[in-house]
């Protein structure tokens, strides 16, 4: 991997330390160049005409997205963001009161909230399986529960927002497939980060955005429907023109394809933004882009460590590029503040974003950084730096 030309490629490294990838990657020229001519393009000619005229182009991008997720083009939805795009697929499944819905201790908040919303709305048994002694869900307790009380979805997110955890998606899969299940992926911080491949992993439903590791712009994501849910009539509660066919006065016929869950208003230039990324990240490589990045986290981690008084909340036998650390008698806010004055980038998370993780773990916040590949040694050391300063 060349460091230096993806480096040339991206207009931000020159002003920033940026390592804030789970919460919005640096885009690429390319990128930025995919969006801003089409929004040029819809200032001289229109937006619908613009849409239109870029027709192929935007189908292209939905390929590009197929390919980068090892799916079908026409199993393909785009969608404003990853939350949409995942709550789109939960209102499809046919929920009945009692119901259970079986998910894991780390999935994300807005996930998190939504299942509670369902409980609370439709009477709906949200089912947490619980973690192993070294991280992550206990798969074998999590076949256990769905052989027992046969969920009407099992609902996973393959890299939590508060932690560096990765979930086995692939052997939820298998559990999923073998009891008849559905299965939804949250994988809004692995595409892009990681090798992800939809046939492996054996979902029914798998969400993204554009904006984090995929390094795309904000307001894009897109949400992955199986043939099976397809060809059970799954279809989202709120449909519109875009997804959906008016054929008689009471009667609709949806899509054949996932696009039944797009809706007819798009930020086109997003969307090409989004393609754009995606044929980025096929050129990188997904398996060398996971490589530099992990090391980098992993060297982010050793370095951590030695801060007096610094915990590393990592804890999984695989670990991705989120890097999570709590200091006592700290302010969080105070602390990414204080870095983005020295011109580096990160976040926090605080108990709000991760009761059940965080709760585990004995603290109230963790203070979140997450190189990727464009990022250097150098970067990830002057993180290292700033916070012995600081601390």
């Known amino acids: ?16 330390i940026h390592l804030n990838n789970a919460g919005a990657g640096l885009m690429p020229r390319p990128v930025l160049e995919a969006v801003r001519d089409h929004l040029a393009l819809e200032a001289r000619i229109g937006g ?11 189908e292209d991008a939905r390929s590009a997205v197929a390919e980068l997720i090892g799916a079908p083009a026409p199993n393909v939805a785009f969608s404003e963001h990853a939350t949409a795009a995942f709550s789109a697929a939960l209102s499809s499944v046919p929920f009945r009161s009692g119901d259970a819905l079986v998910t894991t201790r780390n999935d994300y908040v807005s996930n998190q909230l939504t299942y509670l919303s369902l409980a609370r709305r439709f009477g709906l048994e949200v089912l947490r399986a619980p973690d192993t002694p070294d991280g992550g869900v206990d798969v074998y307790a999590l076949e256990e529960l769905v052989h027992r009380r046969r969920p009407r979805l099992v609902a996973v997110s393959h890299v939590p927002t508060s932690s560096g955890l990765v979930q086995d998606v692939t052997a939820i899969g298998e559990v999923c497939q073998k009891e008849g299940v559905l299965y939804a992926v949250d994988a809004c911080q692995s595409v892009g980060q990681m090798p992800v491949d ?4 054996g979902c029914d439903f798998l969400s993204a955005t ?3 590791f995929l390094r795309g712009p904000r307001g894009a ?16 509660l709120f449909l519109d023109m875009r997804g959906a066919d008016w054929i008689d006065e009471g009667l609709y016929q949806p899509a054949p394809d ?7 208003e798009f930020a086109y230039a997003l969307v090409l933004g989004l393609g754009a ?7 990188v490589g997904l398996e060398a882009a996971q490589a530099r990045a992990w090391a980098l986290a992993a060297r982010l981690r050793e370095g951590l460590s030695r801060l007096p008084g610094t915990r590393v909340l990592d804890r999984a036998p695989t670990l991705s590029a989120i890097v999570t650390a709590h200091v006592p008698g700290h302010d969080p806010r105070a602390l990414v503040a204080a870095l983005r004055t020295r011109g580096i980038n990160t976040s926090s998370v605080d108990r709000t974003s991760a009761v059940l993780d965080l709760d585990s773990k004995g603290v109230e916040w963790a203070l979140r950084a997450s190189p990727h590949y464009y990022n250097t040694e150098s970067e990830v050391d002057a993180l290292v730096g700033a916070l012995h300063e600081l601390l």
């Open 48 to 58: 619908y005409e613009a849409a239109d005229a870029r027709a192929t182009q935007i």
């Open 1 to 16: 991997m060349n460091v230096e030309a993806l480096r040339q490629e991206t207009p931000g490294v020159a002003e920033r």
């Open 210 to 212: 554009a904006r984090k």
């Open 198 to 201: 939809v046939a492996r992993i």
């Open 221 to 236: 994501g897109l949400l992955f429907v199986s043939d099976r849910a397809l060809d059970e009539g799954l279809e989202p």
């Open 277 to 283: 990324a995606a044929h980025y990240a096929l050129r």
């Open 258 to 264: 996932a696009t039944r869950f797009e809706t007819w």
